[in-house]
């Protein structure tokens, strides 16, 4: 047995995070009457979240920061309901885990939703392996019947084969194809693909139609990841969103979890509303008639419909240099945010996704060692949307995490990591120039080590309340209860393409800063892409997940 001489040492997990405030008040309904309801039906299992959990097994090193895992069985499971798997998370953040649990709700018979296992296969132990743990641990792989998929594993602390009564195989129908997502654990320091890791698990398909349900299991292997996995995820046949929040809802959401974004202080370029974008001199463009650029109508309603990005249109500053500059800096006290509310995990989860506008984005600053190096024009553009996204349980109505878009890319942020301003409003800073947004204030490179693109945040007296005068703008699924500003489905432009070349500008610095010409190959696409920016729509988001 490994070393347990650190067993009473307190661990981050050891404290359970809630968030600050007291969950919004939701009337009961929804979409179709069931969200933050406590449970969901699809198909023929209803689904109840639970956020309780018994210890199993806990080791202490390994797994990220070296800061070991702890294992847990879900508890306080109600009447009828089952078991699909158990949970996992690392030690070094508190404890903010949910598992879903199942009761069959299937006609009767042999093909019932829901089956015991048949046997178990274990995976690994960490008996007789040199782990500082509280005491041995078993993984075990349990073996579905015919026709149906295990969902998860099940631990224990002793090698005897748990009971076959303790968990429930899914039929298969009711199941989806999953993937390996963050890393939770594993003996070495290192999640490098050898020897055994347990990660967490997600439906492969996401997006606002893909019916995979998020259990909130793990899977464990050893050695490469095998595809696809042996344990499924649940998939909703049923995808009638009648868990998801009807409008009065949504704005109660938005007016609880909208963050505070700071803009650093020295921010010349401020984000806008979309409607005092129009109205201060924007201009629509066509190509062939560059000489007769069009004011456009405060809603858009002038702006061409639907079609693809054929580069026939773009939008572009006011003309006159006076008004350029000043439009240029935008304004934020007219700021909005436009709310885009979407399915998840097949409607068992409500993304809210924020949407923010800024006229102009900023140039770029590397940084190569010490030494700080202006990039002239680049990174400048006309038009620049960035967004966050609210991940929001339909089981609870609990926000579970926010997403910040960072150039083309961007990071999931768990509601324990998050820092809060007023109740549960988390807060967000939006970097000079760049607009990149971060969970923390400071410094963040992108790019090399010691060469970088400089993306800088900080607290300051420049900041807006995403929850002040925002506008929900979209949500499929709620049908005709949203109408679309016209802006939303103009499919070309927001900026004109760079006039300038940028390899030739990049080709200047890299002269006076030969190792510049690293950072090139890691600039992010926007930074040197000679396309003007697209609206939220033509983003992968916009249907899909964040990443």
Request: overall charge neutral; hydrophobic content about 35%.
């Amino acid at each position: 047995m490994g070393n347990s001489s650190n067993k009473n040492q307190t661990l981050p997990i050891d404290a359970t995070f809630k968030l600050p405030a007291n969950l919004p008040l939701l009337a009961q309904g929804g979409a179709g009457g069931g969200f933050a309801t406590g449970t969901i039906i699809i198909g023929g299992l209803k689904l109840f979240q639970i956020s309780t959990f018994n210890k199993v097994w806990r080791t202490l090193e390994g797994g990220p920061s070296n800061a070991g895992a702890t294992f847990f069985e879900p508890t306080g499971i109600p009447e009828g309901f089952f078991i699909l798997g158990h949970y996992s998370q690392p030690n070094n953040k508190p404890l903010f885990g949910s598992i879903l649990v199942a009761k069959d709700e299937s006609s009767s018979g042999n093909s019932g939703a829901l089956k015991k296992p048949v046997d178990y296969t274990l995976v690994w132990s960490s008996n007789s392996r040199k782990i500082k743990q509280e005491k041995d641990g078993y993984v075990w792989l349990p073996t579905a019947p015919d026709g149906y998929k295990a969902l998860g594993h099940v631990v224990t602390t002793t090698p005897e084969k748990p009971s076959l009564d303790k968990i429930r195989c899914v039929r298969s129908d009711l199941t989806d194809q999953c993937e390996t997502n963050s890393w939770i654990w594993g003996p070495d320091k290192s999640n490098d693909g050898k020897g055994f890791n347990v990660h967490e698990v997600r439906p492969s398909n996401r997006g606002i139609q893909a019916p995979g349900v998020l259990v909130g299991t793990f899977f464990a292997h050893n050695g490469e990841t095998p595809s696809p996995l042996p344990i499924a995820c649940l998939k909703n046949t049923n995808m009638n969103f009648s868990s998801m929040p009807n409008l009065p809802q949504i704005k109660a959401l938005v007016q609880a979890y909208s963050p505070f974004m700071y803009l650093h202080s020295k921010e010349k370029f401020q984000p806008a509303s979309v409607k005092w974008y129009f109205t201060n001199g924007a201009l629509l463009f066509k190509k062939g008639e560059e000489s007769k650029p069009v004011p456009i109508d405060p809603t858009g309603s002038n702006l061409p419909q639907g079609g693809n990005n054929d580069g026939q249109y773009w939008l572009d500053l006011p003309t006159d240099k006076a008004n350029m500059e000043r439009v240029k800096k935008g304004d934020f006290k007219s700021f909005q945010a436009y709310v885009h509310a979407k399915p998840m995990f097949g409607g068992t989860v409500t993304d809210l996704a924020m949407w923010v506008f800024y006229p102009f984005n900023g140039p770029g600053t590397a940084k190569v060692g010490l030494i700080d190096i202006p990039l002239g024009e680049i990174g400048e553009h006309v038009g620049d949307w960035e967004h966050v996204t609210l991940r929001v349980s339909n089981f609870s109505g609990e926000l579970k995490k926010l997403y910040v878009s960072q150039h083309s890319n961007g990071q999931w942020v768990e509601a324990p990591q998050l820092e809060f301003q007023r109740e549960n409003k988390p807060v967000i800073y939006s970097s000079l120039n760049g607009h990149a947004i971060y969970p923390k204030p400071g410094l963040v490179m992108q790019g090399l080590d010691g060469i970088g693109l400089k993306n800088e945040t900080e607290r300051s007296d420049k900041v807006v309340d995403m929850g002040v005068g925002f506008e929900i703008v979209a949500g499929e699924y709620l049908g005709s209860a949203i109408v679309e500003p016209p802006w939303l489905n103009y499919f070309r432009q927001w900026g004109p393409k760079i006039s300038y070349d940028i390899s030739k500008e990049l080709d200047k610095l890299v002269k006076m800063f030969p190792a510049l010409e690293a950072l090139e190959k890691s600039l992010p696409n926007e930074l040197l892409g000679e396309e003007g920016p697209t609206g939220p729509k033509l983003k992968r988001n916009w249907n899909g997940d964040e990443v």
